[in-house]
T-cell receptor, first 115, second 115 residues
């Protein structure tokens, strides 16, 4: 079975603060892929990152960084110096190698960045 | 270019109407998806087409009828819907259906209201 937990339902921060969104996953497979998507109020899910289970290197892309730790089954997402445009719902998702094309999405975290 | 387009953006229909949602991608992707998303929930997979053939139907009621006329186009035909079918309908595509952990790219969605 696969499961993704995003314990933070809603987070509010003031602009320029750093914020970390947590993602914890469950899977029995040794090969799997993790994703983060952003959904702004317009509705479109915007792909942010894809990471496979064999690559535990952290990744940084501009103000975004991701921390993947297999030991704790976590794939956390940090936004540095947050901006109002970062306000959105963020989904973490999991897919196992032999599970077909069905992503398992977490429940999402709603981030509000206040000016 | 990772663009998936969807029309219409908004749709209001009565329970006796017949309407269709349209999705298009020109990225050469050979897997296309329909998702349903209710407010404050993650997307739920409805259908998957692989190489223009229906490969996954997640026990969706027959009042939703998908169609994939060619590799770039995906339709969702709607008939005799219920008010509880009101939701955001998202289309997605991914490159290789056999690589089932491919990144899925989403369109902006159609916001459907059933009266």
């Amino acid at each position: 079975a696969q499961k993704v937990t995003q314990a933070q339902t809603e987070i509010s921060v003031v602009e320029k603060e750093d914020v970390t969104l947590d993602c914890v996953y469950e899977t029995r497979d040794t090969t799997y892929y993790l994703f983060w998507y952003k959904q702004p109020p317009s509705g479109e899910l915007v792909f942010l990152i894809r990471r496979n289970s064999f690559d535990e290197q952290n990744e940084i892309s501009g103000r975004y960084s991701w921390n993947f730790q297999k030991s704790t089954s976590s794939f956390n997402f940090t936004i540095t110096a947050s901006q109002v445009v970062d306000s959105a719902v963020y989904f973490c998702a999991l897919n196992q190698n032999n599970y077909g094309q069905n992503f398992v999405f977490g429940p999402g975290t709603r981030l509000s960045v206040l000016p | 270019d990772t663009e998936v387009t969807q029309t219409p953006k908004h749709l209001v229909m009565g329970m006796t109407n017949k309407k269709s949602l349209k999705c298009e991608q020109h990225m050469g992707h050979r897997a296309m998806y329909w998702y349903k998303q209710k407010a404050k929930k993650p997307p739920e997979l409805m259908f998957v087409y692989s190489y223009e053939k229906l490969s996954i139907n997640e026990s969706v009621p027959s009042r939703f009828s998908p169609e994939c006329p060619n590799s770039s186009l995906l339709n969702l035909h709607l008939h005799a819907l219920q008010p509880e079918d009101s939701a955001l309908y998202l289309c997605a595509s991914s490159q290789d259906p056999s690589g089932n952990t491919d990144t899925q790219y989403f369109g902006p969605g159609t916001r459907l209201t059933v009266l």
